[in-house]
């Protein structure tokens, strides 16, 4: 039999994932002090709960004037209560929001005060788990919900609220129905033969098929496009001493970081900073000079440089142009020898300013050079230029979903056995083994929207969530 799309349980086949029957509580806003403190309530105990802490239980999704009250019947805090009946709040369950004042002291006191009257403290991520328990949220959409609350830029919030509001989802599900339609066809041909089912012969296989890629490869484009929103690119600055690093760097960021000297070896330690190239995030690593040193700091500064330089997507590698001379790159060989093998390099002459050379970029070279002056600016464009096109980065307004590695992973698994589908059509006709690769695809694309769920895989979710959400 053939699944539609969306069939059985939500928790999926791996899992008998069931939505737990006690009620949690915690507090959901930032630790510290603030204006504005909330305690979250969701479980089946929510109406007595309230009738214990306020007096009553507020009418349905109005907010409530009330005291929050301890056990001897004072009040702990005032503030509002909200009350919002399963299924129509955020996790499918009852649930209640206290809203007061943002002390840590009075929100402890108030969710100790829930947990002796039978609530049990949330575990990171546990109220977005009962949402999809409950079948409020898919998993990529409350995947989604983190990348909203961690977003860097405001490309990385758009595409995250995207894939809150279904955008990703619906295509998932999209090629599911598509890959379903063909299996229901081809198992027709296999189940009635004496039908005459012209499956090989029929030009909307192969119309269907084209569809199906090409969705496959703009899904693709836009979860990737969110996986640089999400994560960003690595940029280590690595040279010779006093080749423009901390400079550069300083430029990169727009303001005056990292300490600058004449003097050689000024920079000792690694400086982080995180700019926003476009949308897209770009975590800039600044290194102390590689040279041979006998100073015991300077020595521990380098081996940080050169670790920091292995784990970088990728290295500027900067030269000083008014020192060397411009066509250097052949002087530089030992130097870039010297990295660690298979890394992405951009080689950097600085210092254009010094020496009256203009601003360019060699795009074809192997690696490719970029001439600037971190002092002036001068260039400075060509290398955002080129960064935005070794991420593959297509700018702020590029449709990108929220997505993570291992939606990218499920992705080209699903694309790589439809290909296989076709492979086996074409050369053998092997209906069976066709229709066997098509459930593979939808498989996959089931383990993005968690139609296919583990326990585990629940686990490493939600438990990178904040408590609380």
Excluded: W
Excluded at 220 to 240: E, N, S, W, Y
Excluded at 440 to 468: H, M, N, P, V
Aim: glycine content about 10%; overall charge negative.
């Amino acid at each position: 039999m053939v699944c539609e799309p969306g069939c059985g349980n939500r928790g999926g086949q791996e899992a008998d994932l069931r939505p737990p029957a006690d009620t949690i509580v915690a507090v959901a806003t930032a630790p510290g002090r603030g204006a504005v403190g909330i305690v979250r309530v969701s479980g089946a105990d929510v109406a007595q709960l309230a009738q214990a802490v306020l007096g009553q239980l507020p009418p349905p999704r109005v907010a409530t004037v009330a005291n929050f009250l301890a056990e001897d019947g004072t009040a702990i805090d005032a503030g509002l209560a909200l009350y919002f009946p399963a299924p129509a709040s955020y996790t499918g369950e009852h649930v209640l929001e206290l809203q007061g004042h943002g002390g840590a002291v009075v929100l402890n006191l108030l969710v100790e005060r829930l947990l002796r009257l039978g609530c049990r403290r949330a575990r990171a991520g546990e109220f977005s788990e009962r949402a999809f328990l409950h079948g409020k949220l898919d998993i990529a959409q409350a995947e989604a919900v983190a990348d909203l609350i961690d977003a860097g830029t405001a490309a990385a919030a758009r595409a995250a609220v995207r894939s809150l509001q279904g955008e990703f989802s619906r295509r998932i599900e999209a090629l599911q129905a598509a890959l379903n339609e063909l299996r229901v066809y081809v198992e027709a041909a296999i189940d009635f033969p004496d039908e005459e089912i012209d499956f090989l012969e029929n030009p909307a296989i192969d119309a269907r098929l084209a569809i199906i890629l090409d969705g496959y490869h703009e899904l693709l484009a836009a979860a990737k496009q969110g996986v640089l929103l999400r994560d960003g690119m690595t940029l280590a600055i690595a040279g010779k001493p006093n080749a423009g690093k901390s400079s550069l760097f300083n430029m990169l960021l727009g303001e005056d970081a990292a300490i600058v000297n004449e003097n050689a070896g000024t920079t000792r330690d690694v400086l982080r900073h995180t700019i926003d190239l476009d949308g897209l995030p770009l975590h800039l690593v600044d290194t102390a000079g590689l040279r041979d040193a006998s100073d015991a700091v300077e020595i521990e500064g380098i081996r940080r440089a050169r670790q920091e330089i292995r784990i970088a997507d990728r290295v500027l590698y900067l030269a000083d142009v008014s020192v060397r001379g411009e066509d250097t790159l052949a002087g530089l060989a030992p130097e870039l020898a010297a990295l660690a093998p298979g890394l992405a390099v951009t080689v950097i002459f600085n210092k254009i300013d010094l020496v009256g050379l203009p601003a360019k970029m060699l795009a074809q070279a192997a690696p490719v050079q970029i001439y600037l002056s971190a002092r002036t600016g001068a260039g400075l464009d060509l290398l955002r230029a080129h960064l935005r096109d070794c991420a593959g980065y297509g700018g702020a307004q590029s449709g990108a979903l929220s997505a993570r590695t291992r939606h990218l992973d499920a992705l080209r698994r699903a694309l790589a056995a439809t290909q296989a589908a076709e492979r086996a059509l074409r050369s053998t006709g092997a209906l069976e083994l066709f229709a066997e690769e098509l459930r593979a695809a939808q498989r996959a694309l089931g383990e993005i929207t968690g139609e296919l769920t583990s326990e585990d895989l629940l686990g490493k979710i939600f438990g990178s969530f904040c408590i609380g959400k």
